[in-house]
Nanobody, 118 residues
Framework: QVQLVESGGGSVQAGGSLRLSCVVS????????MSWYRQAPGKEREVVSG???????TYADSVKGRFTISRDNAKNTVYLQMNSLKPEDTAMYYC????????????WGQGAQVTVSS
């Protein structure tokens, strides 16, 4: 089974930027279909961005034009570049492989906290 480990969270002021990283250990095939989610206190987890198997990217309307998903296949890492951050972007951010077969099994990372102050 693979493991996903996020990093890069932190606290910034509104208008600032952060880059989240998600390193996939165990099998690089799991990076082929990946998503970033977030969950704010008292709210349901929502999808923020993702890659599909064709390599196409998708974004939630709330982050379009501000967030960019990318990946480095050599490093088995998926990134989420977040620019022009807003207080409403404050949440725990999770990466997830959307492949459900072995060894990916739809595994989630442990999360990275992003806090944006006004």
């Amino acid at each position: 089974q693979v493991q996903l480990v996020e990093s890069g969270g932190g606290s910034v002021q509104a208008g600032g930027s952060l880059r989240l990283s998600c390193v996939v250990s165990g099998d690089s095939v799991c990076t082929r279909d990946m998503s970033w989610y977030r969950q704010a206190p008292g709210k349901e987890r929502e999808v923020v961005s993702g890659f599909d198997l064709r390599g196409s990217t998708t974004y939630a309307d709330s982050v379009k034009g501000r967030f960019t998903i990318s990946r480095d296949n050599a490093k088995n890492t998926v990134y989420l570049q977040m620019n022009s951050l807003k207080p409403e972007d404050t949440a725990m951010y999770y990466c997830k492989t959307d492949l459900t077969g072995w060894p990916c099994l739809g595994v989630w990372g442990q999360g990275a906290q992003v806090t944006v102050s006004s």
